[in-house]
């Protein structure tokens, strides 16, 4: 029996010697030191010992299964730590590598317009406000002058929700809100960007949906000067001292006198493309005296006070400020039409 547990001893020192993984170490412990192992074997043939030989026997079978099982153990921790070094070697990182670039986004060029835009005017003391796209159909035309049925109502096809709801067909609008948030206090000076939405076919100057920029300044003794003067200002700080603009009567029921300003087209020179249609001039945005209903409607004495509005068409600005030659590019969103404008970043 001696001879047996000794031979069994030298059997699996010599394999835990061999094992070269730790599966193996493990199905070695269960082979030899489990409940079915051949140690247990002999365990269960002592009874067939002399009451002398047995506690001497069972003092062997414990040397022996503590010399295995420590040496199992000592193996495991070797094969554990050459499992790390092995898994290290493999998942070394180099530090010291550059890193691998990352594509930086950058602001939308209709972005980039209507925060300059907003700098240059809040510089001057407005301040932003905002209005809803989704707009009752008093504010949208009738607070400006624009009752159900007035033939000017078709120069801004819309899309209509409800019979009294529809998006919004220009920033205007927001000039009805904000007055009447005044409530016939003045002066009132505001900017309002924002989305607007037409029914018109898209082509290279017209999209269904685009950007304005809407102006309101009230106070007494509010003249066409001011107006002219403002919106030199905004040209020769958008498109450079260079570039010239005109001013043309036009029409619109929300002012009274109307004008339209024109700016020297920069993609031509002035001699005339498709953006420009041929003329030099591309028309960048309206404006005008605000019409004396619209003050009262909003609440304000017209007597007392006057006021000016514009609204400036985003699009048509960032065409002719980064020489772009169809209104879609900005809608598109061609990648490779964005990223042009990385250089700009200031
Ligand atoms: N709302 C006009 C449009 O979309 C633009 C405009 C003209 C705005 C004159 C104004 C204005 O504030 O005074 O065509």
Not at 265 to 281: A, N, Q, R
């Amino acid at each position: 029996m001696q001879e047996r547990l000794q031979e069994l001893q030298a059997e699996a020192l010599q394999k835990v010697a061999e094992a070269s993984e730790l599966k193996e170490l493990n199905d070695i412990r269960v082979a030899y030191l489990g409940k079915k192992g051949p140690i247990t074997e002999v365990l269960r043939g002592m009874g067939k010992l002399s009451a002398e030989e047995r506690p001497k026997m069972g003092a062997l079978v414990n040397v022996v299964r503590e010399e295995i099982a420590s040496k199992i153990e000592e193996k495991q921790q070797v094969l554990e730590e050459t499992a790390v070094h092995a898994k290290l070697a493999v998942e070394k990182i180099d530090v010291t590598l550059p890193g691998r670039p990352v594509n930086k986004g950058n602001h939308h060029p209709l972005t980039r317009v209507i925060e300059e835009v907003e700098d240059l005017f809040i510089g001057m003391g407005y301040t932003v406000a905002e209005g809803p796209e989704v707009e009752t159909d008093f504010y949208n035309f009738e607070a400006l002058n624009l009752p159900k049925s007035h033939p000017a109502r078709d120069m801004q096809d819309s899309f209509y929700i409800t019979e009294e709801t529809l998006m919004r067909t220009h920033t205007s609008p927001v000039q009805a809100r904000t007055m009447e948030k005044h409530k016939g206090q003045g002066p009132v000076k505001i900017i309002c960007p924002g989305k607007v939405y037409r029914r018109d076919n898209d082509d290279a100057t017209h999209s269904h949906q685009f950007m304005q920029i809407e102006g309101l300044v009230i106070d007494e003794n509010i003249s066409m000067s001011d107006l002219k003067g403002t919106l030199e200002v905004f040209a020769k700080q958008v498109f450079g001292k260079e570039r010239e603009i005109r001013l043309r009567p036009s029409f619109f029921p929300f002012t009274e006198p109307s004008v339209e300003i024109d700016i020297s087209c920069k993609i031509c020179g002035g001699k005339g493309c498709s953006v420009c249609k041929g003329t030099g001039w591309i028309e960048v945005l309206g404006g005008g005296i605000v019409h004396p209903n619209v003050l009262e409607m909003a609440g304000f004495d017209s007597k007392k006070y006057s006021g000016f509005a514009f609204g400036i068409g985003v699009e048509r600005i960032a065409m002719l400020k980064y020489g772009v030659d169809d209104i879609r590019h900005f809608y598109t969103n061609d990648v490779r039409f964005l990223t042009q404008f990385n250089r700009h970043e200031s």
